[in-house]
């Protein structure tokens, strides 16, 4: 067992429910499966884990075409096919050709690595039920060259989803579960705070206001997240834009600033400036 | 001690097993949540529960559970309609008004009533001071005053007492039990999508073939995967007018959003029943009619076909001959049903109405007697029953 403890760190706030769950997965070195809206930083929680605990990062992004296989090694055989035709020595040896994967770093490391399987949900449907022995027991077995890799320390592995697909009862039996909830207002305040330590607070209020009346815009494609959030600051702070041109009410001129960084397709952005002049009107009479 | 919420959450469906449970225990022994009942509920959920739907479940045993008062809500919470308790508005009481409300007697006798009330109502309210509802002086219900009162679908306002983080039921629009709307439709879609993906021809895989092949030293291996090609057709029936039309408009969106992932997706619209004739666009219903018979030949017995309606109407209008309330029917409506599921074997009513209602209508046990038990909810849970039934076959 593992005595490290993940508190969130100076760029990370994490919620006491999400630093249960990630200190259970350290203490208990079982896989941590990750849900949540896509921007609510669920890739970045194993990059701050690395960070605050001070271990390598290994990061193993899935795609569709992903096999588990993939993770553990490869045995590149036409490497070795073509190698044979033009009679290098190599050829001899079959381990030139094994490629190392991801897992088998890991299980190499000197220091125990946090191991980041990301977008899990990309890969074929048969995927995680491929992991599972690997996953459970730490060592899988190389048929070319007849040896077993076992792990010298259980990495800390961090699984993230987008739900695309529904992952197997036997692979979710072996993680710890967490679901990456929309931040409320304070949570986000703080946040922001951390990354932009020196923002003028009524700009804060103000923006984050927006913000969550944009969320509650019922009807709206594509909810803007906080990574959006993160980078329409970010353009507000680079601008320098009063606080005051953010309060839609009393501007009469065109729709709040920059909203092009929180409403990424036009249906939205149409509903939206429709909306704006409604209220526009209204307020007017 | 632990066992019981371990059991309690099987009998609500959540499916945890023994392997979690153990894990769950071994937390524990590690010391990961020694000092506070929060601590613990985190670790709990997240050991025990996988899938952000059952979120709202847990919250609701283990909330449950850490009170000490088992069994009650189980039995009641499922009961009320979540719009009975929608809050209509907030009361204000004097101090007068709410000293006589704390004579009503104790908890037991409370509970007592609330079941018996229960039993007795039958609709909605809101406001007075007897029914379950909203904004009333009743000890029964949400958002109003009643200090010894029994909260019921209540989320955050009402008169300020603390709420439990597994109170606050933040994951309720989570549940696949809730029916569709634009928050979860996104996941059925997915659902429908993987569903018309399926029974597909192999292919050949031209990467792995070359790979095995030179694996093989040359000695020619063929791969072959599944093809990635649509082969689903379907045809909708989507019953039209009165209580229907909203989810009738979510059910369209649906199947529209996935219509490029279907060979054949054609709708169709009828009124409370199937008749001898359907039409295709509604505002031109009156001329444009297309006979039932007619759709019968034109599409072949490989489509597979949904109804989307709340078959809830009188059983005259399915049994009888002229029984539709629209116009004269030859043919009772159950005919030609028949005639439909004849030739398309594989076919599922989606309806809206809630499940544990079905037995309460006639026409529903009706039209799912005589859809052959393939009825389902439409609810995100329901529509994956749904689709796994049509990929049976049905002889």
């Known amino acids: 067992m593992s005595n490290a403890r993940f508190s969130g760190t100076e760029s990370y706030v994490a919620t006491d429910d999400l630093m249960m769950a990630v200190n259970a997965a350290i203490t208990l070195e079982r896989p941590l499966l990750v849900k949540g809206e896509p921007g609510t930083g669920k890739t970045m929680l194993a990059e701050e884990i690395a960070r605050s605990l001070g271990r390598p990062l290994l990061g193993w992004h899935i795609k569709s075409t992903t096999k588990a296989a993939r993770g553990l090694y490869e045995y590149d055989a036409v490497a070795r096919l073509r190698d044979s035709q033009l009679g290098d020595d190599r050829v001899k040896d079959i381990s030139n050709y094994i490629v190392k994967g991801k897992l088998w770093e890991a299980f190499e490391s000197d220091v125990q690595p946090i191991l980041l399987i990301d977008e899990i949900d990309k890969a074929d449907i048969e995927f995680p039920n491929d992991l599972l022995q690997e996953l459970d027991r730490m060592e899988f077995y190389v048929y070319e060259t007849q040896q077993t890799i076992k792990a010298r320390q259980r990495p800390i592995i961090i699984i993230t989803s987008n739900n695309e697909k529904e992952l197997p009862d036997a692979f979710l039996r072996r993680c710890?579960?967490?679901y990456?909830?929309?931040p409320e207002a304070d949570t986000m305040e703080t946040i922001v705070k951390v990354h932009f330590p020196d923002i003028k607070k009524n700009l804060l209020a103000e923006a984050l206001q927006s913000f969550f009346e944009l969320r509650e815009l019922p009807g709206l494609k594509k909810k803007p997240s906080t990574s959006e959030l993160?980078?329409?600051?970010?353009?507000?702070?680079?601008?320098d834009i009063p606080p005051e041109a953010l309060r839609e009410k009393d501007s009469r001129k065109a729709i709040p600033k920059l909203y092009g960084a929180l409403l990424k397709n036009e249906q939205d952005m149409h509903l939206f400036e429709r909306l704006v002049f409604m209220t526009r009107r209204t307020g007017a009479n | 001690m632990l066992t019981d919420l371990f059991y309690r959450l099987r009998t609500v469906k959540i499916p945890v097993s023994v392997t979690e449970y153990l894990t769950l225990l071994?937390?524990?022994?590690?010391?990961?949540?020694?000092?506070?009942?929060?601590?613990?509920?985190?670790?709990a959920r997240c050991t025990l529960v996988k899938d952000e739907r059952y979120f709202d479940r847990f919250d609701q045993v283990f909330g449950d559970y850490i009170q000490g008062k088992q069994t009650l809500f189980e039995e009641?919470?499922?009961e009320i309609p979540l719009d009975w308790l929608k809050k209509q508005k907030e009361l204000n009481l004097t101090e007068e008004e709410?000293?006589?409300?704390?004579a009503l007697g104790g908890w037991d006798k409370l509970m007592e009533t609330l079941k018996q009330r229960l039993e007795e109502q039958k609709k909605a309210h809101h406001g007075g001071n007897k029914w379950i509802g909203t904004g009333g002086t009743s000890p029964f219900g949400a958002h109003g005053y009643n200090p010894e009162g029994v909260r019921i679908g209540q989320n955050k306002r009402g008169q300020g007492k603390a709420v439990k983080v597994w109170d606050k039921r933040e994951y309720r629009n989570l549940d696949d039990q809730v029916e569709l709307g634009t928050r979860n439709i996104k996941m059925a879609l997915r659902k429908l999508r993987r569903f018309a993906r399926e029974g597909a021809e192999e292919e050949l895989d031209i990467d792995d073939t070359i790979r095995s092949t030179a694996r093989?030293?040359?000695?020619?291996?063929?791969?072959?995967?599944?093809?990635?090609?649509?082969?689903t057709k379907l045809l909708l029936f989507l019953d039209v007018g009165g209580s229907m039309d909203p989810h009738v408009k979510v059910c369209e969106e649906l199947f529209s959003a996935t219509r490029a992932e279907f060979k054949h997706l054609e709708h169709f619209y009828f009124h409370n029943f199937v008749y001898e004739t359907v039409w295709r666009d509604n505002l031109m219903r009156a001329v444009n009619r297309f006979p039932t018979t007619t759709l019968m030949n034109k599409y072949s017995a490989d489509h597979k076909v949904v109804f989307?309606?709340?078959?809830?109407?009188?059983?005259?209008?399915?049994?009888?001959?002229?029984?539709?309330?629209?116009?004269?029917?030859?043919?009772p409506g159950s005919v030609w049903i028949g005639r439909l599921l004849a030739l398309y074997p594989n076919a599922v009513w989606l309806n809206p109405q809630p499940e544990d209602h079905w037995n309460y209508i006639p026409s529903i046990s009706l039209v799912k007697k005589l859809m052959g038990e393939r009825m389902f909810p439409l609810t995100l849970d329901g529509l994956d029953r749904a689709m796994k039934a049509l990929k049976k076959a049905q002889h």
């Open chain 1, 180 to 182: 990456i909830r929309f």
């Open chain 2, 26 to 43: 071994r937390a524990l022994e590690a010391r990961l949540a020694a000092f506070s009942v929060d601590e613990f509920y985190y670790l």
């Open chain 2, 308 to 331: 989307v309606g709340d078959a809830t109407m009188s059983p005259y209008e399915i049994m009888a001959a002229g029984g539709s309330i629209e116009h004269w029917n030859e043919e």
């Open chain 2, 216 to 231: 093989k030293a040359g000695m020619l291996d063929i791969k072959l995967v599944p093809e990635r090609r649509n082969t």
């Open chain 2, 98 to 102: 709410k000293a006589k409300i704390e």
């Open chain 1, 230 to 239: 993160l980078d329409w600051i970010k353009l507000l702070v680079a601008e």
């Open chain 2, 76 to 78: 009641i919470l499922g």
């Open chain 1, 176 to 178: 710890f579960f967490h």
